[in-house]
């Protein structure tokens, strides 16, 4: 690329960390890693000046939007509506002006333009990997991952398990679902750039947690990846084994997949019951490398890995960027992606983002208390993304359905349950058996969790026009946490 | 290497397939790609003369065997004592001359020397991936693999699918479990090096395989990998949904993981249901690449694909190759495997191998009717390997049991079920609720499979001192295949 920021001399880059920043997308050497000492996988962007590393970010930002203008109508059509183009991004405050991207454009797109979207930028016979959402907003999204893609985001990976600790000696249990759920193969693709070993054990069948401790428990994992309530109830099934989780010898627990995850809680408990470092990580599936937030070892709240997807902490109805030191949801762009690239995807997430240093070095902006809630009334369960609009779409289109219903998310044993109290109609009385079962199959083929379906007479529950009132969160993992 | 044979013409292999043989392991080019009309990936080893080609798999087989026995105390120890070592193997027919290895050598090895035991012949901590198996015969096989067998396992598989037919262009999508199971994550490598598309869905969480039907409808795959009864199971399941199997549009149905997905049936049950070809694949998870037995698309039985892993049909006694015709057990041996090679690993499964030719063209032996049975007791259920003394020493573990049990095997919509009938004593009576999910759960995680668990007064069942009388196997589904 033409205009780099003279200071990160792109050739000494490319000879001592085997990164060409002078193309795009920038080309890394699979070969390269640092030395097992080195607190950074790349010092030279990590802890550059702010001010030089946002010139190398305009740079890239810069070829990525060309690039989907040039072969996306999704972004084309979007910014042409807006009256931008790649012309009228002259600086990186320049993209504010850009519009955002929602989920619900995402999947109308793949709607009109099936299964890839017209944000597709390559052939759909160039996708490598496909993988997708569980569809809980109703129509699922599909990603469509090209190879080359697929190598940037184990590279991305890599260099952000490298600042969270981890290193090739380490041997790291991956104990998250291996299916639509794309944090998985991401801290998969990562751990195996890293040169770690990884043991990618899965979740998600019924019994396989007490494999898993059983395995943790002759295998000696050094680290974990998992959702914070997976971690905890994979503790409380190795001590109704009689084994203390602290025996695992975990060195690092790597977290993502449910906001609240971020300090102050439930790290400190999910600490205490391993005895190991637990980091905050995690943005969104759509922008996979899913860990560009994510923990240093110091543990001082999610850093933004900028120069790999730069994230503007925005406010949730204006989206212009908050100051620093505000809250407002994160907005996340692309900078090497030829897939399916997001340009200013919004999560919808609550952050805090301040820009004050770590003592690690790296001298990114940070989410010191992570993503700590949502500006709609989605509820995450089991690291499953549910709207309440899904399960009562569900509901509605099943013979039967009363007309009214309740959602009640609860925790047992460190895992989330979720019930859905449901009416049906009289005509339905003799057949309520079968009416749970269908009711059941389809909420969780549409959800992506298991639900507990109670059934009571149509006119049981008072009618309601407001959807927040449907829904109760009974989990205490939070507060438990706080109190340990 | 220096014993090459000049037919095979190494520099000219170099050049036009990126194969670099003259070294050990081999050296692959990851870019190298056959035209798509091609047939073969590698024709000039895949059609060789076989007498040829054995001079290539000897000179292999010489690195394989000194590698082994300079790295691992395992065969050092193995070959000392049966008098064999490199300098003895001076032809392929010396092999037979070597002890084979049993899956229980593996597992002592393992409990001696944990968890890789002393055939690791690398570095724990080179060791990149780590799979296993569920542990059904008592302690879980433990697999290290490094990163560059990994990527050899990659470039085998690609090698195969390519012959079952599978192109760059093909959308692969993969139900099988990805956890401990080695078959999906072979699959996965495979299809990723040959070009294709792959979409990892996996298999094994409830509704699941709801959602990979409403997937199939709308990404339209055109190659499935996943065991036989799996395979029947997501038809019924389309089914159920108004969705006809056939209009997936499935080319490709590549089958493994059940002994019995071999020709003469399941497949024509399976290609009658998606309309599709339906290839058998698979050898022991031990070996992976898994598929080295894996047929073409000509359908003739599964090719022993000898250059990558070399397979020898044994009498199940002697364990000395049996003639071309003649039926036996396969006795593995890796080529190319620098972590944990496997040298004449017995698998016990049964199958009858013939030298004849094949309309493809590949001069491989070949097992015209598969894999069909077991020299032991083994049974498989929903592709997990279970033996009935897995069961006998879990249920006698626990406090409850009343001394006798009986397993029956049957098959629900496609899916095998096991159930496990067994007693409680007098003592238990009140707590049979309690003794039964203990039993369920134990024997879940022993298994890998969810069992159902019947409880029986103690006395109720008929005693028995022979194995196989405990067992009763009710599945008709290779009846109903014939019958179709």
Redesign the interface.
């Known amino acids: 690329m033409a205009d780099l920021p003279a200071a990160l001399e792109a050739a000494a880059l490319r000879d001592s960390r085997g990164v060409d920043l002078t193309v795009w997308p920038p080309r890394y050497d699979p070969a390269y890693r640092p030395a097992p000492t080195a607190e950074h996988w790349l010092p030279e962007i990590e802890c550059a000046d702010p001010a030089e590393r946002d010139a190398l970010i305009f740079a890239k930002l810069v070829r990525q939007v060309r690039y989907a203008w040039e072969r996306s109508p999704f972004y084309r059509r979007k910014w042409q509506e807006a009256g931008v183009s790649p012309d009228t991004l002259k600086s990186l405050d320049d993209l504010a002006r850009f519009p955002v991207v929602q989920k619900a454009d995402l999947r109308q797109a793949q709607a009109a333009a ?2 890839f979207g017209d944000y597709l930028c390559i052939e ?2 160039e ?6 959402t ?1 569809g809980t907003t109703g129509r ?1 999204t ?1 990603f ?1 991952i090209g ?1 080359e893609d697929w190598t940037r985001i184990g590279e991305a990976h890599a260099r952000i398990l490298w600042g969270a600790g981890i290193r ?2 380490d ?1 790291i249990l991956i104990c998250s ?4 759920y794309l944090g998985s ?1 991401g801290a998969l693709a990562g751990g ?1 750039r890293l ?1 770690a ?6 979740a ?5 947690t ?2 898993a401790v ?2 943790a428990r ?2 000696r994992p050094t680290a974990f990846y998992g959702t914070p309530s997976y971690a905890l109830h994979f503790a409380e099934t190795a001590r109704r084994e009689g084994v203390d989780p602290r025996s695992f010898g975990l060195r690092i627990l790597s977290s993502s997949g449910e906001p609240g995850a971020g300090p102050p809680t439930p790290p400190p408990l999910i600490e205490d019951t391993f005895g190991g470092r637990c980091v905050d990580m995690g943005s969104m599936a759509e922008m996979s490398p899913w860990m560009t937030n994510g923990e240093c070892r110091h543990r001082t709240g999610m850093h933004l890995w900028q120069d790999l997807v730069y994230t503007q902490v925005c406010d949730p109805e204006t989206f212009r960027p908050v100051p620093y030191g505000a809250e407002g949801t994160p907005v996340y762009t692309h900078l090497e992606r030829t897939s399916q690239p997001m340009i200013r995807l919004v999560s919808g997430d609550r952050a805090r983002w301040v820009d004050e240093s770590c003592p690690c070095g790296r001298t990114y902006p940070r989410l010191p208390q992570g993503l700590y809630g949502r500006f709609d009334d989605m509820i995450i369960v089991r690291g499953e993304n549910i709207y309440p609009s899904a399960i009562e779409d569900t509901l509605r289109a099943i013979d039967g359905f009363g007309g009214e219903f309740r959602i009640i998310v609860s925790r047992r044993e460190a895992m989330d349950e979720l019930l859905v109290r449901a009416e049906y109609t009289a005509a339905h009385q003799t057949r309520v058996d079968t009416l749970r079962a269908t009711m059941r ?1 389809r909420l ?2 549409r959800l ?1 969790v ?1 639900p507990v379906v109670d059934l009571v007479p149509e006119g049981t529950l008072p009618r309601t026009e407001f959807k927040a009132h449907r829904v109760i969160d009974d989990r205490d993992l939070y507060r438990r946490g706080l109190a340990t």
């Not at 996708?127 to 997708?132: S, T, W, Y």
């Not at 070993?197 to 899965?202: E, L, S």
């Open positions: 099936p299964p759909p016979a996708v490598a990997r496909i993988h997708g569980s699922p599909v469509g190879a090739p000696g041997r679902f291996f299916s639509l193969w195996e040169g070993t990884v043991f990618p054990f899965g998600g069948a019924q019994g396989q007490l494999q059983q395995w002759d295998l199959e969780r083929a992506g298991h």
